[in-house]
DNA sequence: CCCCCCTCTTAATATAGTTTAAGATAATTT
DNA sequence: AAATTATCTTAAACTATATTAAGAGGGGGG
């Protein structure tokens, strides 16, 4: 049953019937997307959100000189697609890819309506996680404003202490809105320091 | 009937019945805010949002420097509140205060709760403009991770051209992420250039 | 096994944006 | 209308971060 993990962490938060969850397990589509391949390419349409099993995606955007920006990670028991596309139907401006082997759970704009139409307790559950999304972009991007590279930085390393270790630095650099160079600066700063 | 204008946005986006009306009418709370009042301080509980029926409010933290940063405006037919504090319970981090005198209704997260389980078509409508308010905080996140201050003082001009003429420089500086003195600047250069 | 590519580091130079300070305008209060 | 306070502009000095360049270390593919 590989919705398990999807199943329970809508049961966190709400109630589902057994035949509630065959109507959810019913329209979801297992899918592996090897490392470096792509779930969404910027320029697409978004006609499905992504929710991760095992593994790890990213979404990101390139600007008009070639930069990636990273706009989040999804590892395990997160969604990710291009919200902005997912819900309007136009082209996404992000692209989604994995940084390893991953899992995923594929689930349709089409499907994920139909289904909120007939099961309140999923549209109680979208709503829920669609807030909590909310509010952790409201504050990274009050971080962004307020806070210096450095840190945020470190509000990353206790933050994500699993990813800290895993992931290439310029990866991190692109999530907290600096260049590798100006990282591994600051990060032999912090080195000299301890 | 001053719950109309919010009638009529949910309506925009779903369905309702004259009873759902009512219910929703029932625990709504009318209110005025006079300019520079406060409708919550940071470290309190918001246990309400606030809908805007006529005025502007805006939300922003104060950092460790004691600067203001802008997260939100609130015009006509938007919703503001710390939505951090308002979903968790926890101490808001976020002030609240009115630019004009300003009319709201207001929703305690009880009601609000409460009356989601009830009314299917209410916690719809919160969904949705939920995935809304995501879509822009995560675009002007991306903007403020990927172009520069003129850019982004552009922008605003094209997305809040009712705005531009109306607020304080100081606001709009707060809100794009620099200082008074440098879109000052920038404006000297963009009205030389034409 | 070696080569090549990719990542990380270091350092010099360049730039976008801040800070400070002062004067000029505009808006409130008295 | 005067007095007071807040906002806007300008400019010089400063700082955080970007850019460019070059070299060092690692891991995967042929």
Redesign the pocket.
Known sequence: MPAGKLLSHIKNLTLLSADEEKQIEDVLEKKTIRKRQFLLHEHQIAKVAAFVISGCLRSYSIDR?G?EHILQFAPENWWVTDMYSFISGKESYLNVDALVDTEVLILSREDQQHLCGKISQLEHYFRVITEKALVSTQQRLMDNLS????QRYEKFCGTYPGLINT?????I?SYI????????????EFLREN
């Open positions: 000189n930069f806070t210096t590279a450095r992931l290439p630095q310029k990866l650099a809105g600096i260049t590798p160079e100006f990282l591994s600066k600051i990060r032999g």
